[in-house]
């Protein structure tokens, strides 16, 4: 009867390990959000994709930064940029399958380059440029949505929008960036081939 018990204990202790060591703490890019001690991940519900003639429209999202909807007509090219580029110009690159990473004016130049290197380290499909709006966090985006045929201006509103996902971050973090980058990247409705084809540049 002692080694039932004695055994019983072995085991809720091991239960108990696995919840509070195993449990909590680190980003998964598997199942469920991102959650760290530094990034927490949200999801939206897609906003219908539809072209707009004026970068500069006024557009209602349902996230900060935008993670789906309306966007300009043509996209950014792909890459790192000195200056901020309009929200509405940056969706329609997540509508490409790509992930665009922000930053505030409050992030510090070591979080900058630590941002600039994550890129270099893995550039296809990403666009990185600061958006004072941020303040002192980081963001990453990404529009995941079934893909669609690219001649459908005409029947947006029959197109599942899919989500929108936000990455918020107080500080870099490369682990969580980098499995938000793995697990959202091209996979929107208007998908690349490949990921080699979302290559700087283009």
């Known amino acids: 009867m002692l080694a039932f018990v004695a055994l019983g204990v072995l085991l809720l202790g091991g239960v108990l390990a696995v919840v509070a060591f195993g449990g909590g703490g680190g980003s ?19 906003l219908r994709p539809q072209h707009i003639n004026n970068p500069n429209a006024n557009v209602d999202y349902n996230s900060f930064p935008p993670s789906s909807g309306p966007h300009y007509a043509q996209p950014a090219p792909w890459g790192i940029y000195p200056d901020s580029i309009k929200q509405t110009i940056l969706v329609h690159n997540l509508e490409h399958g790509g992930i665009v990473i922000q930053y505030g004016t ?16 893995d550039p296809y499909g990403l666009v990185v440029d600061p958006y004072a709006k941020l303040g002192s966090k980081i963001a990453a985006t990404a529009w995941n949505e079934p893909a669609y045929s690219q001649n459908q201006d005409a029947n947006f509103d029959k197109v599942d929008p899919g ?9 870099f ?24 084809d979302m290559a700087p540049g283009q």
């Open 28 to 46: 998964s890019a598997s199942g469920g959000l991102i959650n760290t001690s530094s990034c927490t991940e949200q999801q939206f519900p897609g």
């Open 106 to 121: 409050g992030v510090g130049k070591d979080d900058v380059q630590k941002i600039q290197s994550l890129y270099q380290d």
């Open 163 to 171: 989500h929108g996902f936000v990455l918020m971050c107080k500080s």
């Open 173 to 196: 973090d490369k682990g969580a960036l980098s499995d938000f980058r793995d697990k959202h990247r091209n996979k929107a409705g208007e998908r690349y081939p490949t990921v080699k």
